[in-house]
């Protein structure tokens, strides 16, 4: 089943979204000082120059700041079983995203785990990035 | 400073459930309580400060400072409606102390009341509400609940200073104890709390075990921050203001670089500051519970104790009834109850209660008293130095 929940989605981000359905990992990057950082803004965190957004393709590797399994959801039907992960992502580049820790046991999921970019279809077209953990073969 | 700023009048009604009654009347109810406990009349009143009334519903109110003034029959010199979460009610009172001490006002009513509805998973007001507590776009597809929101602020924090599910669930415990001694705690009468109990209450998001979580009701609170001559004229032990300190962190969780830290060392050092006191010339402190680990984070961050080792305050009941310093002498959130929009007056009322001597059988030593209180996903804080002696 897919889920219907859907982002607020803006001009400034709407690259991002657009990328996600390609299942592209794309990053603003400051066209100024050259840093990455999230989410899409008019003003660089970095350097606070204006109106230099550029954007770049992610790694899409990972690692797991923080994360909780949540046993009681906001939205029915959100996942098929309980507890699903709810986590925040430190991506190779440095931005942090939160995301779904997916296909995986909720209780294997720890700090500090490495994991990869992966995408979820939602309802009208919209992908969201979401986070596997990343295997010892990969 | 001849325009000292005191709490000279606090109230709050029981926390509970008042389904016959709408906000407009639980504010009635707190301002008459109000007048009743300490002799004032609304004419005395030139400043109202407020919050966005019915906030959780589908028909929130933006100017509530209005529907108050006309309420009073009161023409207030200044007034208005601000909303930063649980922080709203500490930044009233700041901003109530500085208008105070400028001339600017006498007597600032400081109010909160308000509904705490049950909302549904899946219903149009739950996804609305969850939209606005984080991120529409980056955070909320992930369907994080404000435990979840919390939890990775928790779950760090475990993770890098030893705090362990016990500590917190000790947090629990001692609150439960305290709430016994309040008259109007929603627990009052309930069982004392094992560590066991917290823990083996079932798991709402990991690290927060139900008995982790405050407990969602509806009250109402107000104080009111007046000039030093006004506060002598009606009561002889006002809390003075002696130091306010604010600070923002991060409003998105997500977006936090450090996951340990989010600005209530930085708002409590600035209140040390102005009052020209440490940490170990406080007495007891009041400090906003939304999870078990919120009093964990704030003690350490404060300087009331090293890091990681908060949770054994609470476990050696140094924190708890006849300990040598006590935390939320009122039960908490956690324990006396969480008045929605309105939870952010609790600690603030009950601070001032302790200072002015007026907490009947839960009174401890009050001559210093740190209040700190937080808005959001721990996004803004604010903290209050309370004092017998100005």
Redesign the interface.
Known sequence: MQ?T??????PI?APYWDAAKQHELLLPKCGACERFF??PRAWCPHCYEAGQLGWETASGDGSI???????????????ETL??V???VKLAEGP?????IIDCDPYEVA?GQNVRVTFEE?IEGVS?PQFALKRANQ | MSNRPAIAAAAEIKPGRYPELGSLDLYRMVIAKLIADFGISPKDIDGIFAPPMDRRSTKPKFYTHEILANELGITPRLSFTLNAGGATYGYMIQYAALAVAAGKADAVLCIGAGKFPKVGAGSETAESMMRTVCDAAFEFPYGPPIPALYAQYAARYMHEHGVTAEDMASVAVAQRKWAQLHPDAITRGKAELTIADVLGSRMIASPFHYLDCSIPCETGGAVLVTSEAFAKRINKQPAWLLGTGEHHGYGYVSQNPDLTHSGIAEAAREAFRESGLTPSEIDHAQIYDAFSICPIMALEDIGFAPRGKAGALFRSGRAGPGGDFPVNTYGGLLSYGHGGDASGMSMIVEGALQVMGRAGERQVKADNVLVHTYGGMLAEHCTLILGRTA
């Open positions: 889920r929940q859907l982002p607020d989605i803006t981000s999230f989410p700041l923080s994360f909780s399994q949540v046993h009681v959801p906001p939205f029915e039907n959100y996942a507890p699903y709810v986590a925040i942090q995203l939160m995301a779904n700090i939602r969201v």
